[in-house]
T-cell receptor, first 113, second 118 residues
Framework: AQSVTQLDSQVPVFEEAPVELRCNYSSSVSVYLFWYVQYPNQGLQLLLKYLSGSTLVKGINGFEAEFNKSQTSFHLRKPSVHISDTAEYFCAVKGQAGTALIFGKGTTLSVSS | GAVVSQHPSRVICKSGTSVKIECRSLDFQATTMFWYRQFPKQSLMLMATSNEGSKATYEQGVEKDKFLINHASLTLSTLTVTSAHPEDSSFYIC??????????????FGQGTRLTVV
């Protein structure tokens, strides 16, 4: 079985500052890792995913994440955030083909001017 | 990416009535669809997994008689909340996976349905 822990429930930052949202996972098998963003009363939008290969993954909206197998982490980063990045961010893990995504509890990113 | 359409986006119903939520894959065949429930300020909890043409597999603690799932075609799955009660009020989200084109690693999400039972 897989599980995901998002270490910060809320992350307040100022506009143009860098941000890191932390995610750790546990699994007994190889996994795929994802980051999604959710705006209020909307579905989920995929930011990026790690399937295999390069451990540094670049996604949309300037976000990137690094897969660290030894630390079982998949932290999300952005060098300079915008007000429009304010949203809920979910880290998710998936094991074998055909299985559902398992989500972390989410991190609320609040960007202020 | 592929598009999943979920309808309605919002619904208000009276206690004791049933509500049907539709989830459609618009440009791919969804061999597997997943239904999630999300409480305010919380994560998405998997309710059930449905494969086209077969019965849904429900997660532990989810009442299959209350949350009826039908996946009759490769592009449509429905979730019916039967005899709804105020505690069923929540945000329901579906996701679909294209298992035929090798894109099995990604699930595409609908826009969600905000259900309010009064």
């Amino acid at each position: 079985a897989q599980s995901v822990t998002q270490l910060d429930s809320q992350v307040p930052v100022f506009e143009e500052a860098p941000v890191e949202l932390r995610c750790n996972y546990s699994s007994s098998v190889s996994v795929y890792l994802f980051w999604y963003v959710q705006y209020p009363n909307q579905g989920l939008q995929l930011l990026l995913k790690y399937l295999s290969g390069s451990t540094l993954v670049k996604g949309i909206n300037g976000f990137e994440a690094e897969f660290n197998k030894s630390q079982t982490s998949f932290h999300l980063r952005k060098p300079s955030v915008h007000i429009s990045d304010t949203a809920e961010y979910f880290c998710a893990v998936k094991g074998q083909a055909g299985t559902a995504l398992i989500f972390g509890k989410g991190t609320t990113l609040s960007v202020s001017s | 990416g592929a598009v999943v359409s979920q309808h309605p986006s919002r619904v208000i119903c009276k206690s004791g009535t049933s509500v049907k939520i539709e989830c459609r894959s618009l440009d791919f065949q969804a061999t597997t669809m997943f239904w999630y429930r999300q409480f305010p300020k919380q994560s998405l909890m998997l309710m059930a997994t449905s494969n086209e043409g077969s019965k849904a597999t429900y997660e532990q603690g989810v009442e299959k008689d209350k949350f009826l799932i039908n996946h009759a075609s490769l592009t449509l799955s429905t979730l019916t909340v039967t005899s709804a009660h105020p505690e069923d009020s929540s945000f329901y989200i579906c996701s679909a996976r294209d298992g035929k084109t090798g894109l099995d690693t990604e699930a595409f999400f609908g826009q969600g349905t905000r259900l309010t039972v009064v």
